[in-house]
């Protein structure tokens, strides 16, 4: 399973990046509103600086909601860098343009899915990802984690090249009730990466070994 991490703040990405465990990036406009960029130059220059810094898989998304204008920014975007994947909403313009974006080989992640439908849909338009919205669905009472396991089902089913990304991830558990689900990749916030390292028996295994070692060395 591929990690991701979903921020657009560079220390962050920094910090999961000095672990060597990284693989990409995604934004979205929320993300990117967090950290004070505005203006469209500033936001071309900010995920220019992502791309400088991961090298490979970063997703930008685009704020058109009509055919034409996100070819245009998946366009633009995609010319920018080539680790730029190109963030297209679950709609009916979205889907159109990832079919444009696939006959024209620019690389897209369907955002903003909520279901098995739309999931297919995004693989038979040729989406190179898929992102279910995992944490925001269990916010609405249902079974992220479950939605996950149905699309990794009917993807395998069809041999759909369409890779699952997890998206909305809210905690470490998330990451790992992802990867048993057969996700090719798991976008999560640092704070939930960080949270899989931790076990309370880790610190005190090594808290007694180290005291072991200290002692060993007085006598
Ligand atoms: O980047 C899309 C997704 O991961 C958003 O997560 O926490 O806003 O539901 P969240």
């Known amino acids: 399973m591929k990690f991701f991490i979903d921020t657009a703040n560079l220390d962050q990405i920094r910090q999961a990046l000095a672990l060597g465990i990284l693989d ?8 990117m509103a967090k950290e004070g960029i505005k203006g469209e130059e500033n936001i071309r ?3 220019l600086a992502i791309c400088e810094l991961v090298g ?3 997703s930008a998304e685009v704020i058109s909601t009509d055919f034409d204008g996100m070819t245009n920014e998946a366009k633009r975007l995609s010319a920018l ?10 709609t009916t313009e979205g889907v159109k343009a990832l079919k444009w974006c696939s006959d ?7 955002t903003l899915v909520f279901s098995a439908g739309q999931a297919i849909v995004a693989a038979k338009a040729g989406a190179n990802y898929v992102s279910p919205f995992i944490g925001r669905i269990d916010d609405s009472n249902w ?8 699309i990794v089902h009917i993807f395998r089913n069809y041999d759909f090249r369409t890779q699952v990304l997890a998206a909305s991830i809210r905690n470490p558990l998330h990451i790992v009730r992802c990867a048993e689900a057969g996700a090719d990749v798991c976008t999560c916030p640092l704070e939930s990466i960080l949270g899989l390292l931790k076990h309370p028996m880790t ?4 808290e007694r070994f180290l005291a072991d070692y200290r002692k060993s060395q007085q006598s």
Do not use: F, R, S, W
Not at 203 to 206: E, H
């Open 24 to 31: 990409g990036v995604t934004t979205n406009p929320t993300l």
């Open 45 to 47: 220059k900010h995920y």
């Open 104 to 110: 024209n080989n620019i690389k897209t992640n369907c």
């Open 143 to 150: 079974d992220g984690i479950q939605l996950i396991e149905q």
């Open 81 to 90: 860098h080539p680790a730029i994947i190109v963030k297209i909403p679950m």
């Open 203 to 206: 610190d005190i295994g090594l």
């Open 56 to 58: 490979k898989n970063v």
